[in-house]
Nanobody, 127 residues
Framework: VQLQASGGGLVQPGGSLKLSCAAS?????????MGWFRQAPGKEREFVAA????????FYADAVKGRFTISRENAKQTVHLQMNSLKPEDTAVYYC????????????????????WGQGTQVTVSS
């Protein structure tokens, strides 16, 4: 399974970016979960947003609620992350992640629950 992420870049504070991640190499039937994590220099990888691809609740980290929106295209096994009102503290490498399992609220935020990871895309918010 390969996860190909795209859409990172440099943006000014208050600006927007849209990340995309497409899964290939296997067709996931039923319920599976895709999401986004990020890692800033010197910090641990942290949860950003995720949801089951078959539908249902999307989950967000408190730091991004109201600013970031995750969306999905099941037929293309693709997940997007629309990031608005970006702040300098959003600067990080953003990673796409996937597991064949349908995660729930108590597990969806943990790095160890995901089986596949993308290569990461850099997001820099700076004036």
């Amino acid at each position: 399974v390969q996860l190909q992420a795209s859409g990172g870049g440099l943006v000014q504070p208050g600006g927007s970016l849209k990340l995309s991640c497409a899964a290939s190499g296997r067709t996931f039937g039923g319920t599976y979960t895709m999401g986004w994590f990020r890692q800033a220099p010197g910090k641990e990888r942290e949860f950003v947003a995720a949801g089951r691809m078959g539908g249902g609740t999307q989950f967000y980290a408190d730091a991004v609620k109201g600013r970031f929106t995750i969306s999905r295209e099941n037929a293309k096994q693709t997940v997007h992350l629309q990031m608005n009102s970006l702040k300098p503290e959003d600067t990080a490498v953003y990673y796409c992640a996937l597991t064949a399992r349908g995660l729930i609220a108590s597990t969806i935020k943990f790095v160890g629950e995901y089986d596949y990871w993308g290569q990461g895309t850099q997001v820099t918010v700076s004036s």
